[in-house]
């Protein structure tokens, strides 16, 4: 139950004022922020990419991680005199690239996630994958999840790092593309499946941080059909599809919803394809989507950024405009965006 469902009187009761508001019944707090979200955030409205409001600065820095992976780190710019008014302000949020992209294809998804108030992490992850890739490539593992999370606790705490003290290491999301999402998946449910985890002992336990996952174009059917149906109870989890993606299909994206344990959400995207959260479509090197998109990639990097963020507000940030795009508005009003949440 949200927020915003807990507005709602109950048997025998007289409605509720809310809590946030202090002033305002709960019913009109629910038509006050539905307004808000749609002047403050006017681009769904109108299909367009300018923002009324000025997002917070970004800055990128490079990072080598505890496991040797090197990681490109976006967060919002702080200025010294404000961070002491900034504690503990950003969750942390990795992001999962899929098979054979390189990290510089998320660029675009970090910059807009740090925009919307988080510390984003995108490492590079080399792995061999015998007899197929004998020589080291780049596929991700939920070990990265942990390798993430350890360096912002350390950088939380060196008064050297320009990441001292304002993030939040009680809260961290991960977000998976393809492969990457697949491994965001089992490393929510603490699963260690050969294929994406070469932790010691076959074993496999994510931060106690770890409190949200949204992945793109992954779903829990395997090549041959079988579903996988994985507990998902310890995370909220959504499922960002592309209605034209011709590597993981919508249809597999329906299936893999109904097995998840809420909160859940499917975000589906039309027109986009299987790389539209990347820069390009089909990235030198990666398999190739044999669908071609509708939606500039332009415009698919910034709904699945956008919605992907209403997603990790509303699950880290407990934002209520979040909820409100999430849960009663349901989608973008230009018909881009359809969301199915539980």
């Given at each position: 139950m949200s927020k915003l469902d807990e507005c709602q009187p109950q048997a025998d009761q007289t409605p509720r004022w809310s809590k946030a508001s202090g002033l305002l019944p709960c019913g009109l707090l629910k038509v006050l922020l539905v307004f808000l979200a749609v002047v403050v955030e006017p681009v769904a409205a109108f299909g367009t990419h300018v923002e009324w409001r000025l997002p917070?600065?970004?800055q990128k820095a490079a990072l080598t991680l505890p496991n040797g992976d090197e990681a490109d780190v976006y967060a919002p710019r702080?200025?010294?005199?404000?961070?002491?008014?900034?504690?503990?302000?950003?969750?942390?949020?990795?992001?999962?690239?899929?098979?054979?992209?390189?990290?510089?294809?998320?660029?675009?998804?970090?910059?807009?996630?740090a925009r919307r108030g988080f510390v984003v992490v995108i490492p590079n992850h080399f792995r061999a994958f015998p007899p197929?890739?004998?020589?080291?490539?780049?596929?991700?593992?939920?070990?990265?999840?942990?390798?993430?999370?350890?360096?912002?606790?350390?950088?939380d705490s060196d008064p050297e790092s320009p990441l001292y003290r304002i993030i939040d290491t009680d809260k961290m999301g991960a977000v998976g593309h393809?492969?990457?999402?697949?491994?965001?998946?089992?490393?929510?449910?603490?699963?260690?499946?050969?294929?994406?985890?070469?932790?010691?002992?076959?074993t496999y336990e994510p931060p106690l941080a770890l409190k949200a996952v949204a992945v793109y174009g992954a779903n829990l059917v395997d090549f041959d059909g079988t579903l996988t149906d994985l507990d998902t109870s310890r995370v909220p989890v959504a499922l960002v599809q592309g209605a034209l993606d011709g590597i993981a299909t919508l249809e597999d994206a329906e299936a893999t919803y109904l097995t998840l344990e809420p909160p859940q959400a499917l975000i589906t995207i039309e027109g986009a394809n299987h790389y539209g959260m990347c820069r390009e479509n089909n990235p030198l090197g990666a398999t190739p989507d044999p669908v071609e998109p509708t939606l500039s990639q332009r415009k698919a990097n910034f709904h699945i950024a956008r919605w992907i963020g209403f997603w990790l507000r509303a699950n880290l940030r407990e934002d209520p405009w979040a909820e409100v795009w999430l849960y009663e508005i349901g989608g973008s009003f230009d018909g881009v965006v359809d969301v199915l949440a539980d």
């Open positions: 917070p600065l970004v702080i200025r010294s005199p404000s961070r002491i008014w900034l504690e503990d302000a950003f969750p942390v949020v990795v992001v999962l690239q899929g098979a054979l992209v390189d990290k510089s294809q998320y660029r675009n998804l970090g910059r807009q996630l197929l890739f004998p020589e080291p490539q780049l596929f991700s593992e939920v070990g990265v999840v942990s390798a993430v999370f350890d360096a912002m606790v350390a950088a393809s492969l990457g999402g697949l491994v965001a998946l089992e490393a929510s449910a603490a699963e260690c499946s050969p294929a994406i985890c070469t932790a010691p002992g076959g």
